[in-house]
Structure formats: C-alpha cells, structure tokens
C-alpha cells in the first residue's frame, strides 16, 4: 500500500477531502439526504476550518433507518445466508482497498491524526483484518453443539446448543479512530448474521459515508442490513437506545455516555456492548531498562493523546523516579507538534475547541490542587499561520500528586502524561488497581517473569509487559470496572454478537 504523499499539509488536504466527500445518509439500501433536508459542518482540527458538509439525520431518518434494519433481519435470509455475508464482506474488503489513499487523507483532514498513525491502527491495521477475521470465523465458528446425555424419569433428550445473531444492532463509533473501531464493529456484527445502523461521530463523519457509498456502489449487500446515519443531535442518536426494534447496542466512548445508554436501554432490556474510557498505568518497576522508559512515556503524545488504551499514569520505582521525571520533561518538551498531514508530526490537534478547552481546564485544575507541571499544560503558539485557529495542546508532564488527585483519575483525553512514585510492587499494583478504570496497562522489567507476576495482579482488560502488543482482530478488547462490558475483537467480540439458544428433542422409549 502506498502512503500518504509527505508535501501535503492540512488546508490542500482538507480540500481535496471535502471535494470526495460523501455527503449523505444510507438508510434502506440508498443513498439520500435528510428528509428535512438539514446539514452540518464538518471542521478540520488541524485548522478550524470548514472541510464541508454531511447530511443531518433527524428522528423521522433514524426511525426509517431502524425500521429498515428490522425488516432485514425479519424479512431476508442475511441472517441464515452465511456464504451470502461472507461474498459480502469480500467485496466490502476490496472497495475499501481501492480507496484506501482517499480513505487516509480523509482521516487526516476530518479527525486530526498524524499521517505516521494511518500506517497503523488508525487505519492499515484494521484493514488488514477487522473484516478478513470475522469472515474466516463464519466458516471456523463452533456454531451449533449438541451436549450429552439428557432426560429425566426414563425419557432421552437430545440436546442442542445453537448460537444465532441478536438482531438489530445500533453501532455508535467515536472520532478518535474511527475506521478502526466502525470495522471491528461493523465485520463481526454482519459475519455474525445481524442487520446494523451505524452512527458515526458528528465530529468525523465522511469515512461512515463513505463506507455507506462502497456498500451501495460495490457490494451486494442486501437493502437495510446496513445503515448509516449521522446527527449531530444527541436527541436522534437516543433513539438507537429507546427503539425496542434495536436488539443492542454497541458503543465505544466516554463512560458517562456510556452509563446513559444503559439507563436509556433499561426499559426494552437491550443488550449492551461498551468499550469505554480508561487511566492506565504503565509501571516501571526498578529492574527496568532504561532505553525503554522514555519510547514508553511519549507513546502517550501519539494522536495528541486521543486513545482510551494509552498509559497516562506513570508510576516508577522511586529510585529512578527522578530521572525518569527529567528524561520524560525533556522528551516531551521536544515532541514536534503541529500539521498532522506533515510526515514528521508526532502531535497533531485535538478534535475539537471544546475538547482543548477540557484538556487546559484539567491541566488549570492540577495546578490549582498543587501539582507541578515540568512542560506543557497550555496551548501551542508557534505554529504557521494557517494553523493557529487549530485545536492543540502541549505535551503535558505533571508530577508532585497522589493517585488521589483528579488529574490522575479522570480520563484527560489529551497529551498528558502523570508521574508518581512507589516503593515497592504491592504498592505499585495497589495504585495502578485504585481507579474506577480498568482498560489497559503496562509493565516494565528487567525479568519477563517479574513482569508477568505484576500484570497478572492489575485489574485491567488488556496489558503489555516490556513492550508486548496485545492489539489484533483476533485479540479480545475491553474493560474491567468502567472501563466497560464485554469485550470487542476476537472470538469472544463474535460472540458479543450472538443470542444462545438450546434446543432439546425428545425420543420416544422403545416399546
């Protein structure tokens, strides 16, 4: 695959993604405006300027949007046709490889990403399998065991287990990389067997509408079994939770919406799938090698700090403590922040005005409570000119805090690392477990078998040691604690995706 041309910046991209743009829904197997004929802005980050605009969807659009899903999962044999979803998926697969250069620079121009990210999980990675896996599992799958033995007073059962898809599935995708998180959705939910309305983030919504157009142009996906709609209004999206024709609800974001949706889905008992925010800690126990300390830290500037998995707190053994908080200040203090189309772009801007402002607000609020930032904590001033009405933030050290404090236990969502020392590996477990959270982690050592013993004891749903990548299609993804429920990728994300039913058979006794 080819990468993004280097001698592009911000405003050229963004306007050749916004001259490609799909603008419109995709409800019931067409391409079409908003009924009442509403739009929204779509802004460039990097800019704030106005890339273009996306068709808003309004409740009548929505409604139209579950009623058409319904009636393919009820109406059609998508469900049953396993070799008809997996053709599909193949298409789909090879619509989105033939646009993928497109597909990237519209990445960068609408959520901000740095260039370097597209080669990896923002979108090559879950090209490379979030649909080829689950398409594989159509066929690998243990759908239907018969379990042995049965039967009371005399009489013999025989008995099957059957797996089939729930239904109706709402997916709710966020802005921070938002192919990656529509495919691992969108592959497993339609291998699975489930009719799906996607809405994509207000923020980043052209690769949903774009996909909405490969479906149509390129597939021979079925009308209804996908729709793509999205709003701006919250009011609308609440309908995917409230709809009893929705059978769940797949969502990755924020915890307090993630709480919502719950509450909303309550009344109808919907099924949830949440993947939601995270603090992880990332120990650095006194055995460390020292050239690991530093990749590690500045991971957590990558996309301005925009990934829920990423270790913003960072707990180090006290005898190395002060180094550690000198090499990471000086790191970040040199981290090249500024035009996400530019090559060389480690920090590009966070998504939006308002999300900056909650990372200044949480940097302020530090300070206020007595911490000390080394470097950062403001907005980045030394940028050309067609960048300044743009959305950065500093990479941010902050140190001199318990794990008690807020910047160390609400998700920033920024580039902002915490600092803290521990004594010893109780302890260290001890802070890394005192969070409300539980997404990710890491652990640095000298001994595998040491760092192994630590990440056994964090409470947390994915965690590396000495750099492992937990990352994968075919590798479960989720939380403990608020961090979420349930598990995306993998077979158990299949599963996500699945009703249980049991069957039993009864044959007569013999005379």
């Not at 991971?299 to 006290?318: D, I, N, P, W």
């Not at 090249?336 to 402002?357: E, H, L, N, Y």
């Not at 056994?456 to 937990?470: C, D, L, P, S, Y």
Request: aromatic share 4%.
């Amino acid at each position: 695959m080819t990468e993004v041309v280097a001698e592009q910046s911000s405003v050229a991209l963004g306007q050749r993604a916004g001259r490609r743009a799909e603008s419109r829904l995709l409800i019931d197997g067409e391409l079409v405006p908003a009924a009442c004929g509403a739009q929204f802005d779509n802004l460039s980050p990097a800019t704030g300027r106005v890339l273009g605009s996306t068709a808003a969807a309004g409740p009548a659009d929505m409604r139209r949007a579950i009623a058409a899903a319904r009636r393919a999962f009820d109406d059609t044999d998508w469900s049953t046709n396993r070799a008809l979803r997996q053709r599909c998926l193949g298409q789909l697969q090879a619509a989105l490889e033939a646009e993928r250069d497109d597909l990237a620079e519209e990445l960068i121009a609408e959520v901000g990403c740095p260039a370097m990210t597209i080669g990896n999980a923002q979108l090559d990675w879950p090209l490379a399998e979030s649909l080829r896996y689950p398409a594989r599992l159509i066929d690998e799958f243990d759908w239907e065991r018969t379990l042995d033995g049965g039967g009371l007073f005399g009489e013999r059962n025989v008995r099957a287990v059957v797996k089939e898809p729930v239904g109706v599935v709402a997916a709710i995708t966020p802005s921070n990389f938002p192919v990656e998180v529509i495919l691992n959705k969108l592959g497993p939910a339609l291998a699975a067997g489930n009719t799906v309305v996607l809405k994509p983030d207000p923020n980043t919504p052209w690769n949903a509408t774009r996909l909405g157009r490969l479906i149509v142009e390129h597939t021979d996906i079925p009308p209804g079994v996908v729709n793509v709609v999205p709003t701006p209004d919250n009011d609308v999206a609440n309908l995917l939770a409230t709809d009893p024709r929705v059978d769940l609800v797949s969502f990755t974001g924020s915890t307090a919406v993630g709480k919502h949706l719950i509450r909303q889905g309550a009344d109808t008992m919907k099924r949830t799938f949440l993947e939601l925010g995270g603090k992880s800690a990332l120990i650095v126990l006194d055995d460390a090698n020292p050239d690991r300390i530093m990749p590690a830290a500045v991971g957590v500037c990558v996309h301005a700090g925009q990934a829920c998995a990423l270790t913003t707190r960072m707990l180090v053994h006290r005898s190395l403590y002060d180094d550690a908080v000198a090499g990471v200040t000086a790191a970040f203090s040199a981290v090249p922040v500024g035009d996400p189309a530019a090559p060389d772009t480690f920090v590009g801007p966070v998504i939006s005005a308002a999300q900056q402002q909650r990372v200044l607000d949480a940097c302020r609020q530090a300070r206020a409570d007595g911490a000390e930032i080394t470097t950062g904590g403001d907005v980045v001033t030394d940028l050309p000119a067609q960048l300044a009405a743009g959305h950065y933030v500093q990479p941010t050290v902050v140190v001199g805090v318990d794990n008690s404090a807020a910047i160390a236990q609400q998700e920033i969502f920024g580039p902002v690392l915490v600092i803290m020392p521990f004594d010893d590996d109780d302890e260290a477990v001890r802070i890394a477990n005192d969070s409300v959270f539980g997404l990710a982690g890491a652990v640095l050592s000298g001994s595998a078998e040491r760092g192994m013993a630590v990440a056994r004891r964090v409470r947390t749903g994915a965690i590396g040691v000495n750099g492992g990548m937990f990352y994968g299609a075919d590798a479960p993804f989720g939380g403990f604690k608020q961090s979420g429920i349930g598990r995306q990728c993998g077979v158990e994300g299949f599963q996500q995706y699945l009703e249980t039913k049991t069957i039993a058979h009864r044959i007569p006794r013999q005379r």
